[in-house]
């Protein structure tokens, strides 16, 4: 790439040495959170460089969006190459192992706190190359050794102990030992809520303490039967940082140039709200065995780069200007595929994604009405109509590649005049605009569309059509992903349904985030009425056998799709990617993102 010219270099030396610079930002921020900043991490001037050129041809490529639209996909391609300016990211003759490759992505979110964003679908692909994990779990959740070699646990599943790689090390320099283990498990646990540091959601609510046994060997207790622990800690919230980045204050842990991980990469440089570059860690020697590799990464740099129009991203990605467009349009999937491009659409563990309902707001107090919501939603038809034969209908409100999801399709077979019958029955009469109407109160449904799913809106769309023919009136609102945030939580008082798109590693976690209970999310707004679903989280928690939960898993799946407390959509495949066909050996986890670890580009 050709360096930045004289004009855009820093005025003041001091910006070079981490210094911060302040913008003005198109949303509101919180006040934890410093505002529009550039951070640059280790003094590596050619990958500075190198990022703010990008920066600056990326801006040229931004400002022509709406031309582009119009244009195209072929002519969108060409006017990205003549109008961006955008130098090759990668040299002629350039061998497999090295290169440098772009990464086009819809957000890079509104905070980088690790305990924050880590579980984020965009900062969780920067948190993959940065950091580590004490395990590697694989697209089909199988958990296999990473920091942790091996692990022990006693027969109630109530403690564990790990046994560390020697000779990890942080980037700054900090051994990853068993102190720097203790402190992250610590972190993920309690956070530092005073500071706007949030513990790890899904990180067991049962978790007691941790003690170094020496340097390579951690000892962990729980209050209670925690079955789930191991795989959990290969969930992508339960990222390894240095010891020191932990014990600072919330505002230096947004600087994603003062964050130490143990990853094959390291932030050479960011812009909040832009891109971050990362580049190897030559000296990296601990990757997860499972990948067939185990030193440094193969691949010189990666830059994550935002580009918000997903024509943009994919116009890119066909030009040659950039290498991987996450979330494009499914509808372009097939065309691509048949040009050469490389498409992947894994699917992660986790839900499927469906709407949670406040059973506090009116009509959705009402079981019957949330069970004509159930049978009302034709779900054949959303797939059909938005997606490829890439997704797959909902069985459950569980992904059904999770071990422990059960088949409840007949809970969910769409059944519109069971669904009339249900409004009937519960006093909602149909007017002459054919909308249902109670005591002077029209049936109404407020959907926010979720943000981090590029096809939400369509859904939501279809959804409507489908409901308004039995009598409901649904409304539609979308935000981006910072005010979506903001304003859309479980919850929430003017939320009837929010719409979830989540991940977990262990079925295990899923119950005890259903109820408030121990720090639980209370998806429902429940809290702790429902003494069913509390007995099935108690018993799910304290299984000490896959013999004793599975049946438990089964029941309380069948339990809440029954009483209408999640409104399954389809299975999801939330992270999209289209390719260079040049890009190859990325290898994709049991939470879809994809590492670029082991990945090689040619010419």
């Not at 199988?142 to 920091?147: D, R």
């Not at 978790?207 to 191991?230: H, S």
Request: aromatic letters at 10%; glycine letters at 8%.
């Amino acid at each position: 790439m050709a360096l930045i010219p004289r004009h855009l270099l820093p005025t003041s030396p001091k910006l070079w040495n981490g210094q911060v610079c302040s913008f003005r930002l198109s949303y509101e921020e919180t006040a934890i959170v410093p505002k529009h900043r550039h951070g640059y991490g280790d003094p590596l001037d050619a990958a500075n460089h190198q990022g703010l050129s990008m920066t600056a041809r990326f801006s040229s490529l931004l400002l022509s969006r709406r031309r582009l639209l119009a244009a195209t996909s072929v002519v969108a391609a060409a006017a990205l190459t003549a109008i961006a300016g955008l130098s090759p990211v990668r040299s002629a003759g350039a061998p497999p192992n090295g290169g440098d490759i772009t990464f086009l992505i819809d957000s890079l979110g509104s905070t980088w706190i690790p305990n924050n964003s880590a579980i984020s679908s965009f900062q969780g692909h920067i948190w993959g190359h940065v950091t580590d994990k004490l395990v590697y779990v694989d697209a089909d959740g199988k958990v296999s050794p990473w920091i942790a070699e091996s692990w022990e646990q006693n027969g109630d599943a109530t403690q564990f102990t790990l046994h560390l790689k020697k000779g990890v090390s942080f980037s700054d320099g900090t051994p990853l030992d068993a102190s720097a283990v203790v402190a992250n498990l610590d972190i993920w646990y309690a956070g530092r809520r005073n500071e706007g540091i949030n513990p790890i959601g899904l990180f067991p609510k049962t978790y007691d303490r941790a003690e170094a046994v020496d340097a390579a060997t951690v000892k962990v207790l729980f209050r209670a039967p925690t079955l789930g622990f191991i795989p959990t800690l290969g969930y992508h919230g339960s990222i390894l940082i240095s010891p020191k980045t932990i014990a600072q204050p919330a505002a230096h842990q947004a600087d994603l140039a003062k964050t130490s991980g143990s990853g094959p990469y390291v932030v050479a440089a960011w812009k909040e709200g832009d891109f971050v570059k990362l580049v190897k860690r030559k000296d990296y020697n601990w990757g997860p065995p499972a990948v067939g590799h185990t030193g440094p990464a193969y691949l010189n740099s990666i830059t994550y780069k935002l580009v918000s129009e997903p024509s943009l991203r994919v116009a890119a990605v066909q030009s040659g200007q950039a290498d991987v467009a996450y979330s494009p349009s499914p509808q372009e999937l097939k065309s691509l595929k048949e040009a050469g491009f490389t498409i992947a659409t894994p699917r992660y563990l986790g839900f499927v994604n469906g709407l949670a309902i406040n059973t506090k707001l009116e009509p959705y107090n009402d079981v019957k009405v949330r069970q004509a919501l159930q049978a009302g939603i034709n779900r054949k038809e959303i797939i059909d109509t938005v997606y490829t034969p890439d997704w797959k209908l909902a069985t459950s409100f569980i992904q059904s590649n999770v071990p422990g999801a059960t088949d409840h399709s007949d809970l969910l077979a769409y059944n519109p005049g069971k669904a009339e019958k249900l409004l009937d029955d519960a006093g909602w009469t149909k007017g002459a605009n054919g909308i249902r109407t109670k005591d002077g109160k029209q049936l109404s449904l407020t959907l926010h569309s979720n943000p981090y799913l590029a096809t939400a809106k369509s859904i939501d769309e279809l959804i409507a059509q489908q409901l308004g023919k039995i009598g409901w009136k649904v409304t539609i609102r979308a935000y981006d992903v910072v005010t979506f945030g903001e304003k859309v939580r479980f919850g929430g008082p003017a939320v009837p349904a929010y719409e979830v798109t989540r991940s977990f590693i262990d079925a295990g976690t899923v119950a005890s985030i259903l109820t408030e209970a121990n720090n639980g999310e209370n998806w429902f707004n429940l809290g702790d009425s429902d003494g069913k679903l509390n007995e099935l989280r108690d018993k799910i928690a304290g299984a000490a056998s896959l013999d004793i939960r599975n049946p438990l898993l089964d029941e309380l799946q069948t339990y809440v799709l029954e009483q209408g407390y999640f409104i399954p959509r389809t299975q999801i495949v939330q992270r999209i990617y289209v390719q260079s066909p040049k890009l190859k050996g990325e290898v994709y986890n049991g939470i879809a993102y994809a590492s670029y670890y082991t990945a090689t580009i040619g010419e």
